[in-house]
Nanobody, 119 residues
Framework: QVQLVESGGGLVQAGGSLRLSCAASGSIFSINAMGWYRQAPGKQRELVAGITSGGNTNYADSVKGRFTISRDNAKNTVYLQMNSLKPEDTAAYYC?????????????WGKGTLVTVSS
């Protein structure tokens, strides 16, 4: 089992910055990749950014150049630095971890943190 706790959401004006954190605990040795997803009201959950255990990253086109995902293995924490925020970035942001145990993949989710960008 992996537990994920997000923090860092809040209200910010357009053009501002926020940094989200996701602290992992439990069977962290089994985590293969982690990522951030978001879900705006009335929309489907979408991948924002991901990072593998090897440090490879990928981003949604809509956030490339503005958001940066990183991880601190010593703290078992993944971060999402969000710059130049836009009103369309308003959403609930969820941390995700993909765990691999005995060749089976398991998805774990945090409870989410709300980001609101005012125009």
């Amino acid at each position: 089992q992996v537990q994920l706790v997000e923090s860092g959401g809040g209200l910010v004006q357009a053009g501002g910055s926020l940094r989200l954190s996701c602290a992992a605990s439990g069977s962290i040795f089994s985590i293969n990749a982690m990522g951030w997803y978001r879900q705006a009201p009335g929309k489907q959950r979408e991948l924002v950014a991901g990072i593998t255990s090897g440090g490879n990253t990928n981003y949604a086109d809509s956030v490339k150049g503005r958001f940066t995902i990183s991880r601190d293995n010593a703290k078992n924490t993944v971060y999402l630095q969000m710059n130049s925020l836009k009103p369309e970035d308003t959403a609930a942001y969820y941390c995700n971890a993909v765990s691999v145990v005995a060749m089976y993949e398991y998805d774990y989710w945090g409870k989410g943190t709300l980001v609101t960008v005012s125009s």
